[in-house]
């Protein structure tokens, strides 16, 4: 290492090898300035500069010298009188431009033929030119040196500009609109093309109105892009409605007629963006029970890609909602198969490594950072030693020196930042242990396979549409199973492949289907068209159609046999969309009776037989106090026979038939604990009270509105149960006597 009072020697060297080379540099600028002075005082001054461009005719040129260099100009009088005089020869320049320019302005006959609009737009537009380049030179404004008749030349330019512009409606009404080039493009005068045609919007939609052919996608294409958006959709609108009137006279147009006249109307290049009135509900009318049994795998959607009004509606708005009602075409859609065929092909083994532990090695990362240390160790103290033996010789020496003692600061640098990372390198290290294994990758083709059922509805028309489709979509997935946590690539692998989970969730998605193709497919079909006298019937064969379908799914399916108990078919399931599910059974052959909590806030329910048949029904009378309601169904039934005696053994055995927790067609049994009289559990009043059976059958949600059944006779209707704290089996009926009461009050007829 060198001695400090070496270091201050090479710095004082440092200083005055700097000096030497200012000195010098300042030499040169001192020169390069001096020959920039002799070059400038070369060069011709603007005022002589600005002559040369006016005698070139250059007068762009000379406007810029004027601009640059103004203050020049105007505080040299000498200059200023020659700038003047120069500028008088501009402004004479102009004259005959102007005088042209004035005569083409005054041979401009308006009104013209179409033919001449080119010329008068030249010459009104060579005129505006003139007038703006004398306007726009500054040069002459500041001197006034304004050129003789340029004002006769503005107003002219501008009485005339203003009788073409005020005249442009009526041109335009007689301009071939539906043919001819752009109005705008030839007509002599700009105008505001937006506000010109929102003004022409009325004769723009006549012209439509009575047009055939290639006249009007001509207009759109031409004229659409300038139009406001609005104005637009007015004028689309109109012309739409125009032709729905034409087509269906002085009836509501069908929905066939619609889809025609829009398809009509696009390909004339009207895009429509609204067709008005005409309102669409979606209802999908797939079996409920079939959803809850996972017979219908996926679900569908639906996909409203054209300009109608539609909403979807559940299944028990479907006749008596407000949505429904309001509805011009209501689509129905079923499912009468949904199924997910996943096969898997193409297993393949991948091998790949697992760390099972670790082992202690040696770190040759250690050697070579003790390495790198010596060898920057080793390169300082040679140019310390270098700049030691350099000092020796005096001065000559010490500036020899300099470019050691720069080396010598790096070597410096270098040496303690190796010395840092060598002591952040372990001797030691844990060196993984691998362990060879394999992962499955599996090819699998999921499939979803759908048959869908759909009716379209045609309230307008009174007619119905019934077809079906089926629906395919396909996807293929590489999954990788069994890839271990201690692999160090798994995250990587499991990035690379799908999941169970990926595929599962494709599995999930419902499949859209596309208002557009559907309608195509329904206006192929015109022949199949069906009148129908009232919705009830196409409820019917709704229903008719999703029995089949429960029928060939039971078909296939293990269950329990109850063919020895015929108390089974009496016994329906009940489902409200607003409250859920509960039991009802059938007092007549087509109406059942259940709970009025069953059927609540409803007009209209689904149920479903023991045998999976389906039918909807409608609620006809309620009891809210006894908490008892009526419905009637499509479906035939058995009745239940009424246990007719006034007295109930005590302890005899009792049996609930209903849906606990919708485990669907359960029995349970318990014995006749009492009879009870006790305020309205549903709606308690001290003055009135119920009839009840006390039992300790089991009953759960989904027993109410069912039977209790003592041997083959109905003594009860399983309404509610104590759920209080430290109670146990305290379940009641409504009583037999009751029941029959309320059918009376209806005029209902039981079987006993």
Known sequence: MPFKGEFVQHKILRIVLLAMLIALCSCKTMRSIKSNIKEYATATTPAEQFEKAVDKNDLRRAEKLWLENQEHFLENPDTLAKLEKIASVIKKRFKPRIASATTNISSIKWPARLGQWTLIRLKLNNAQEI??????????????QIPDGLEK???????KSKLIADDAPARFKKYPVLTADNFFFLYPVALDEEEFLTSQAAFLETKIASSTGNGVPHLVRTYGHILPPETLKTMEGRFFRNLLRRKSGSKKPS???IIKAMHEARKLGFPITRIPDCKIAFVRVTSKSMLRDHAIEFGLGFDVDLPVEAKQVEAKGMFNSKTAKDADVVILINETISKLDRRSSALKYQKSKIITGYREVYNNAYDKAQMTVEKHKIKRREL????????????????MSIPYMNAAERAEEHYNSALANATQVPRMIDKPIYKDYSYKILTINDAKIASVQYFIIDRRAKTYFENVFDIVQQQRFRVAYGVNDNDPKALEIMTSFKSDSDVRNWEKQPVNIRLSELLDHYLKNESK????RNMAQIQKRIMNNRN????EFHASKYDSDTGNDPRFDSVVQVFNHNTGTGSGFYVTDNIILTNHHVVDRSDFVEVRLHNGMESFGKVIAVDLFRDLALVKIGIRGKPVRFYNKRTIPTGVTLDVIGHPKNYKFSITRGIFSAYRELPSHHLPSKDMTIRYIQTDAAINPGNSGGPLFYKDRLVG??????????TFNLNFAVHYSEVIDFLKQYGIAYRI
């Open 131 to 144: 007038i703006d380049e004398i306007e726009s030179n500054e040069m002459l404004l500041a001197l006034d």
């Open 153 to 159: 030349l503005k107003r002219q330019h501008a009485a």
């Open 255 to 257: 929905l066939r007629t």
């Open 384 to 399: 310390n030693d270098r700049i030691n033996t350099n000092m020796m010789f005096g001065l000559i020496g010490t500036a």
């Open 529 to 532: 068209d069906k009148k129908y």
């Open 548 to 551: 089949k379908a429960i029928k």
């Open 717 to 726: 209707v399983n309404s509610w149960k104590r759920t209080d704290p430290a």
